[in-house]
């Protein structure tokens, strides 16, 4: 059974720093790309970041770039997301999830870390 | 940057009703589009990709269509599980984007 679960979130203060880690488990991590994607409470999905098999490509959504940085650890099949310089609109569940091998899609979802940034 | 827009935003019918979403790029996508459903509290869920192809273990009911700027997400014989918020995704180049999100009532 293909899982993912996220951990790592909580409450911050505005300008602090939290990572997010992902762990995956009936799958083969190094096989699929990975992505963040967040959902601000009661407001729509917003694709956060993006990393191959192989981390040689990576991407941002402009709302992060620069404060986020997206990595992965194909030995120990977890996923992460260095989230820095936080700001109350960062608040939100943050999900990570599995692309595809050779199908565009997001196939399959953790249940998400809630990030509250807050003083 | 590509857009996706849905409509409507909001959608109310009957169980056995049939029912479309659609969903407009900004720009033309060719069929690099998914469709998921998310219930209250929950992730989201893949139920279509490449505009037309339908998930593992979706019910039938479900399909979609379309290519290039427009396409549709149609729930036939609409049942009371069906109650969710229904999104688009482009794929085709980043950044990554998302529909609005189409709310589903059943009356």
């Known amino acids: 059974e293909v899982q993912l679960v996220e951990s790592g979130g909580g409450l911050v203060k505005p300008g602090g720093s939290l990572r997010l880690s992902c762990t995956a488990s009936?799958?083969?991590?190094?096989?699929?790309?990975m992505n963040w994607v967040r959902q601000a409470p009661g407001k729509g999905l917003e694709w956060v970041s993006s990393i191959d098999p192989t981390s040689g490509y990576i991407y941002y959504a402009d709302s992060v770039k620069g404060r986020f940085t997206i990595s992965r650890d194909n030995a120990k099949d977890s996923l992460y997301l260095q989230m820095n310089s936080l700001r109350g609109d960062d608040t939100a569940l943050y999900y990570c999830a599995r692309g595809g091998v050779t199908t565009l899609n997001y196939g399959a979802w953790g249940q998400g870390t809630l990030v509250t940034v807050s003083s | 940057d590509i857009q996706l827009t849905q409509s409507p935003s909001f959608l109310s019918a009957s169980v056995g009703d049939r029912v479309t979403i659609t969903c407009r790029a900004s720009?033309?996508?060719?069929?690099?589009l998914a469709w998921y459903q998310q219930k209250p509290g929950k992730a989201p869920e893949l139920l279509i990709y490449a505009a037309s192809t339908l998930h593992s273990g979706v019910p039938s009911r479900f399909s979609g269509s379309g290519s290039g700027t427009e396409f549709t997400l149609t729930i036939t014989s609409l049942q009371p599980e069906d109650c969710a918020t229904y999104y688009c995704q482009q794929l085709k180049s980043y950044p990554i984007a998302f529909g609005q999100g189409t709310r589903l009532e059943i009356k």
């Open positions: 009936g799958f083969y991590f190094n096989l699929y790309s």
């Open positions: 720009q033309d996508i060719s069929g690099s």
